[in-house]
């Protein structure tokens, strides 16, 4: 009796294959990448600076509360207005059609 069940074997461990083929190119393998962490934080380079000092900003002016109720507010009255407008123009386009159904 031979066991199939190879459903949680590698291809390059599949024990069907013969020991040449198991063999792993080294030239295919994946290098990760080694990035310096120096250069994530390069507190020297002015741009990081700027987003920086924009990044805090925008955190300490969304975590007021005041601000907060503001952008819900704003929001809640634009959709009502984006909708209210898309209502309008289908009852013109309902209208137009009248129009030229009755022509």
């Known amino acids: 009796m031979t066991d199939n069940n190879y459903d949680y074997t590698y291809y390059n461990q599949d024990p069907r294959l013969i020991n040449d083929q198991q063999q792993v190119d080294v030239a295919t393998q994946v290098q990760p990448v080694q990035a310096p962490i120096k250069s994530w934080v390069n507190v020297t380079d002015s741009r990081y600076l700027k987003g920086f000092a924009v990044g805090a900003a925008v955190a300490i002016v969304a975590s007021n509360p005041t601000v907060q109720k503001a952008v819900v507010s704003g929001s809640v009255k634009l959709w009502a207005a984006l ?19 009755q022509s």
């Not at 909708?83 to 159904?101: M, R, T």
């Open 83 to 101: 909708q209210g407008g898309i209502e309008e123009a289908k009852e013109k386009l309902q209208d137009i059609k009248a129009e030229v159904d």
